[in-house]
């Protein structure tokens, strides 16, 4: 069936460091992927999505890479801050329905000071 | 606006017991969701709306029902509740007629003994 698999489970980086995670998905024909940040206690929030027909998008310090070829996504934040500290959820549109996404297991990160 | 908002926060039910839980939204969007989030596993889609007076199956819906009451709300019900519908539930929603940017509420956590 339809996938998503999510590396890594949990990922530490000094602050100022920049931190990737990246996402493989199954179905060629996905075409949209977004992350969402989800904090201790609270529900998921989408911080960055991309479309197929697009290779790479920023938004300040964050950026998500998309390699259509390999089926797989990345996302980049620079310059990391403690605020950064959450789990990370990938997500990835299946073909047949245009509602349900296949999520990722989730990266937590952790900014060390 | 409040966004999205789910009741209750938690619950602890025992086997074979029945509760609904409900999510509103004030952001007049068209379609919400039913998601449960379970340790490693990601978010899973367990019913969707795309617009007032329409349901759809997502991913896990055994053992679930749901209503889309009128356009703000939407709500899901177990009639006969199992210790393996322990979860956290999120509801979210999203302005567009599919799965992209979808808002979440602070869900709710459900345990059944």
Request: aromatic share 10%; proline share 5%; glycine share 8%.
């Amino acid at each position: 069936g339809e996938n998503v698999e999510q590396h890594p489970s949990t990922l530490s980086v000094q602050e100022g460091d920049s931190a990737v995670i990246k996402c493989t998905y199954s179905d060629s024909a996905s075409n949209y992927f977004p992350w969402y940040k989800q904090e201790l206690g609270k529900g998921p929030q989408l911080i960055i999505d991309i479309r197929s027909n697009v290779g790479e998008k920023k938004d300040q310090r964050i950026a998500v890479t998309l390699n259509k070829t390999a089926k797989h996504f990345s996302l980049h934040i620079t310059e990391t801050q403690p605020e950064d500290s959450a789990v990370y959820f990938c997500a990835a549109l299946r073909r047949d329905s245009n509602y349900q996404l296949i999520w990722g297991a989730g990266t937590k990160l952790i900014i060390k000071p | 606006n409040a966004g999205v908002t789910q009741t209750p926060k938690f619950q602890v039910l025992k086997t074979g017991q029945s509760m609904t839980l409900q999510c509103a939204q004030d952001m007049n969007h068209n379609s919400m969701y039913w998601y449960r989030q379970d340790p490693g596993m990601g978010l899973r889609l367990i019913y969707y709306s795309a617009s007032e007076g329409t349901t759809d199956k997502g991913e896990v819906p055994n053992g679930y029902n749901v209503s889309r009451l009128n356009k703000r709300e939407f709500s899901l019900r177990l009639e006969s509740a199992a210790p393996s519908q322990t979860s956290v539930y999120f509801c979210a929603s999203s302005p567009s007629s599919a799965a992209y940017e979808q808002y979440f509420g602070p869900g709710t956590r459900l345990t059944v003994t």
